[in-house]
Nanobody, 124 residues
Framework: QVQLVESGGGLVQPGGSLRLSCAASGRIISDYFMGWFRQAPGKEREFVAASNRSGGNTYYTDSVKGRFTISRDNAKNTVYLQMNSLKPEDTAVYYC?????????????????WGQGTQVTVSS
């Protein structure tokens, strides 16, 4: 079992940037696909990005392509989400998740472990 803790959220103006971090403990993250999801008020939790175990393959939802980048440092047991050109519609609680399965998944039930979430607010 792996424990995940997100950090780096906050308030940012439209067009600004944030970098979220997800620190893992209990297991090494090289054992997992890692993903980021987000949930806005009144909305369902949705897929944002994912990375395979080496970081060589990445996946993004259409609304963040070209703006967000997922990366991982397996030596530090940490995954990151760099968010640029932020928009008000990016406002949400962002969650880090770990997947045991080796194939790609954008489904909530495809992930086995979850962090507590970190709030990102994009507002002028």
């Amino acid at each position: 079992q792996v424990q995940l803790v997100e950090s780096g959220g906050g308030l940012v103006q439209p067009g600004g940037s944030l970098r979220l971090s997800c620190a893992a403990s209990g297991r090494i993250i090289s054992d997992y696909f890692m993903g980021w999801f987000r949930q806005a008020p009144g909305k369902e939790r949705e897929f944002v990005a994912a990375s395979n175990r080496s970081g060589g393959n990445t996946y993004y939802t259409d609304s963040v392509k070209g703006r967000f980048t997922i990366s991982r440092d397996n030596a530090k047991n940490t995954v990151y989400l760099q968010m640029n050109s932020l928009k008000p519609e990016d406002t949400a609680v962002y969650y880090c998740a770990a997947r045991l399965g080796r194939g790609y998944s954008a489904r909530l039930n495809g992930y086995d472990y979850w962090g507590q979430g970190t709030q990102v607010t994009v507002s002028s």
